[in-house]
């Protein structure tokens, strides 16, 4: 397995969210949901519309998942309700279901998706399906999030763990109190 990094820019992130929501509302939705969560790709892929939605059709507010309960943010709810509006589906669906069958796309077909965007977005880092998880932590970090509870969204072992999995280290570690 190669060692992939975080999207740490974020003019690229952005490139990405435009090549996949005209490419595919799944796709998108993905990404969006990937790197505003931090959830693992395999967690991601076994989501069913209804963790994400009630029975009226509203999108909920948090999504309780792995023993853990998760935000979904403005970012989330708008890419879930572009794409179940281009969608014809079931609450009972996969979120991410395959055209093929009734089970979601494979890690391996999510991992050709990240890959393919990021390269038609001029990206030349090593990327796949964990970028989503460690860009989730890196931006959680960078925007003042503590490396105590990114660490425990990921099940770390310790912080060092954390920043060496986000791209970090000793050197981009800045305290500032800026009184």
Do not use: C, W
Request: aromatic share 8%; hydrophobic share 40%; glycine share 4%.
């Amino acid at each position: 397995m190669e060692y992939v990094n975080p999207i740490k820019n974020l003019h690229e992130i952005q490139l990405i969210k435009e090549i996949l929501k005209k490419q595919s509302s799944r796709d998108f939705v993905l990404f969006v949901l990937g790197i505003n969560t931090g959830l693992k790709i395999n967690t991601l892929l076994s989501l069913k519309i209804n963790q994400l939605v009630d029975e009226s059709g509203t999108i909920l507010s948090f999504l309780h998942v792995d023993n853990q309960t998760i935000y979904l943010n403005d970012q989330v709810k708008s890419a879930l309700t572009f794409h179940l509006k281009q969608n014809t589906t079931t609450i009972d669906d996969y979120l991410f279901k395959s055209p093929k069958s009734e089970l979601p796309i494979s890690r391996q077909h999510a991992y050709r998706v990240i890959n393919d965007a990021a390269r038609k977005a001029g990206i030349s880092d090593q990327i796949g399906t964990h970028t989503l998880r460690k860009t989730f932590g890196y931006h959680a970090y960078i925007k003042g999030i503590a490396i105590s509870l990114i660490q425990a969204r990921f099940h770390h072992a310790s912080p060092s763990e954390t920043f060496r999995y986000i791209g970090m280290d000793a050197t981009d570690q800045k305290i500032d109190v800026n009184l």
